[in-house]
């Protein structure tokens, strides 16, 4: 076991059977997007109420989702960079948090997208998207401090000092937001937890979309971490080997 | 013989002693540099001062946002002078000092905080009926004002002093430290400031105590943790 544990520790591991993964993973992505998409925007029927404007949610739920994953995936990463010193681990997370800040952001906007056409306003102080839009800002302090700080070895650990800190306040910041806006304005009548009334003609699909874009999450995550493992490898000869086998091909 | 009991002196003082040095230290310290005592405080006016300008001098309007007001203005106070932390501490190096004296580093860290909260906390809440009063805040909820600050303003000084650890070996940190610590401080001021509107309202309280008092006790005890996991890294 500990044997497997250092070995995916090594980048030039990581890289190689990443080399394999990746075709079935764009395979699977590929696939899942097509069904998803084709069933979500053409198939499924109008919501009674909320009409075409139902579809948005097949993208605002994975996405919203997914940021939900990557604070806690990032400080598992920074646990795992302090504890260990693993370097794939900082590697993975700093990957992550750009790639979260993303899906944050998304999550936010296609929210309001969604919000303009049914609540009739882009923006409300409501307690989920104010909870998202704070971890957007976590997201975006652990991104400037790593690019602050010049040595990388202090960097990563610092980022997961804050990255543990984050996260162990996420869950706070999101039970605090919520509980300052249900005691003036009651729950509003639209749940974004409303998959389990609705009949499965429109929850199977949600479903397919959710692994569809986590498939895209992972695939996302992996091609930055390779990026990441060939820039800080770049003076190692496995990585020279490549690069020059790539040039004479 | 003496050489041995002089090398090992250092170590016979207890954590306690340690601890109260350190703050006694700090305290000292903040006292003889009347301006940086002062900054904080008078930051905390003149933002307050700033809202009724940008808002209305209207009473009924400002009795509204006052609550508000003066937490936000207690949090960009308590993080203006979150620098002084570490910071000149860290340019002449007595910072390397405290990290290698054997003493646990949690109570050391937990004793600068004290000491910060004590010259920029504690000052913020005294103030704070005066201004709750240029705002027009009624007079009933003036103790819950008082109290809420005085539970909150604590946890602005710990977690605040986790980022001012993570960033005090850095050139330019001053935008770098808002934006790791508001985000983070948000609870405190949301429940901090929602005490004080229900109280305006008639509403019951206790719950958000509560609440403050459970934030308390979890960064205290861990916050310092973090803080001095963060200090080793940076004064590397």
Redesign the interface.
């Known amino acids: 076991m500990w044997l497997w544990f250092s070995k995916l520790g090594s980048p030039r591991w990581f890289y190689e059977l990443s080399n394999k993964w990746l075709p079935w993973l764009y395979a699977a992505m590929i696939a899942l997007m097509a069904i998803g998409l084709f069933w979500a925007l053409l198939i499924v029927p109008e919501d009674y109420q909320q009409g075409q404007t139902i579809r948005i949610m097949y993208v605002h739920v994975p996405v919203a989702s997914i940021s939900l994953a990557c604070f806690p995936l990032m400080a598992v990463a920074g646990t795992i960079t302090l504890v260990w010193k693993m370097k794939l681990a900082d590697m993975v997370a700093k990957s992550v948090a750009p790639i979260g800040a993303w899906f944050t952001g998304l999550a936010l906007a296609s929210g309001a997208i969604w919000g303009d056409q049914i609540w009739g306003t882009w923006w409300a102080w409501d307690a989920r998207l104010t909870s998202l839009l704070i971890q957007f800002f976590l997201f975006i302090g652990v991104i400037a401090l790593r690019s602050a700080i010049e040595s990388q070895d202090a960097a990563a650990k610092a980022c997961a000092i804050l990255a543990i800190v984050g996260a162990i306040n996420v869950p706070i910041i999101k039970y605090s937001v919520e509980w300052w806006n249900t005691l003036h304005q009651p729950a509003s009548s639209i749940s974004f937890d409303s998959v389990a009334p609705n009949p499965p003609e429109v929850w199977v699909p949600l479903l397919i979309m959710i692994s569809a874009v986590y498939v895209f999450f992972v695939i996302a995550l992996i091609l930055r971490t390779r990026n990441e493992i060939l820039q800080r490898e770049r003076r190692s000869q496995w990585v020279i080997d490549l690069v020059s086998r790539e040039k004479s091909v | 013989m003496n050489n041995t009991v002089s090398s090992h002196a250092g170590t016979d003082i207890s954590t306690w002693q340690a601890f109260c040095a350190t703050l006694k230290r700090d305290l000292v310290i903040a006292l003889k540099r009347k301006n940086d005592l002062l900054n904080p405080i008078m930051f905390f006016l003149i933002v307050v001062s700033l809202f009724p300008l940008g808002i209305s001098p209207d009473p009924v309007e400002l009795s509204k946002v006052s609550a508000g007001v003066v937490w936000v203005s207690a949090l960009l106070a308590s993080m203006l002078s979150l620098d002084n932390l570490y910071r000149a501490d860290y340019e002449d190096g007595s910072l390397e000092q405290l990290l290698l004296s054997p003493q646990p580093l949690y109570f050391l860290v937990l004793a600068k905080n004290i000491a910060h909260w004590l010259i920029s906390g504690l000052p913020v809440v005294v103030l704070s009926p005066l201004l709750a009063y240029m705002l027009y805040l009624p007079s009933e909820a003036y103790w819950t004002l008082v109290l809420t600050l005085l539970i909150g303003t604590p946890v602005l000084s710990l977690f605040g002093s986790?980022g001012v650890a993570?960033?005090v070996?850095?050139g330019?940190?001053g935008?770098?430290l808002a934006?790791?610590v508001?985000?983070?401080s948000?609870?405190v001021l949301?429940?901090g400031a929602?005490a004080v509107t229900?109280v305006m309202f008639g509403?019951p309280i206790g719950n958000h105590f509560a609440?403050l008092g459970a934030?308390l006790a979890m960064a205290l005890t861990?916050a310092p943790l973090?803080s001095a996991?963060?200090l080793r890294?940076?004064v590397?």
Do not use: E
Request: glycine residues 4%; aromatic residues 0%; charged residues 10%.
């Open positions: 986790i993570l960033t070996g850095l330019s940190r935008l770098i934006v790791i508001l985000p983070l948000t609870p949301i429940i929602k229900d509403l609440l934030i861990m973090a996991a963060a890294i940076s590397n």
